[in-house]
């Protein structure tokens, strides 16, 4: 049992190295978050065991639950899905990153939720590179005057930008939408305040992840690569 988890997670590691190496980057600078929607908690302890230590869920409530059945265990929980206001008490007081944060409402209740438990979230602001209108997240053209008014959420750091690419097999096209997002970094990493450091790019999924790495990705977001089956 799990031997075919240990397989696909090895092949994933393998193909995160090799498309690092490919444009010369050290694989070191790169974190796995297994994202484990709908995957069960024993499947969890067991990837942890193959050592995966970040994780990251889709739910805020199954965030919460999981996390409860998992407690002794020593990863780190992601929240990487669309935030709604009156579910952030449930990922806040479990979770270090925070990856889908686009709107003011959503940072004071971080900030508020955070603040009650003297902790501090890590948080990427979500950018909707592609221009779809099903995706959640700012213009980027938006996405400087969003940084300029959070300096008051001192509980809040936000340390990169997070994106996702179209469903597509026009790999130019998706390699445009990281790269896009890459340059964006680029220009922002010049603002820096007490707590905004732009410096991280969450971006690449299991369909997509080598092109991630490719165009400079320092967290993947990967699930069904590893956990299909489980």
Sequence with gaps: MFEGLERRYREVMKRVALA???????????TLVAVTKNVPAEVIRKA???GMSH?????????RDKYRQLDDLDVTWHFIGRIQTNKVRYFVPVCRYVHSVWR?????????????LGKSISAFVEVNVSGEESKAGLRPQEVKGFLSGLTAYDRVRFIGLMTMAPLTDDEELVRSVFRRLRELRDHLSQYDTSNVEIRELSMGMSSDFEIAVEEGATYLRIGSAIFKGE
């Design 104 to 116: 003011l409402e959503e940072v004071e209740e971080i900030q508020k939720r955070a603040d009650r």
């Design 55 to 63: 994780f990251g869920e889709n739910r805020a409530q199954e965030l």
């Design 20 to 30: 690092a190496e490919r444009v010369g980057r050290s694989v070191s600078e790169i």
């Design 48 to 50: 942890a065991g193959l």
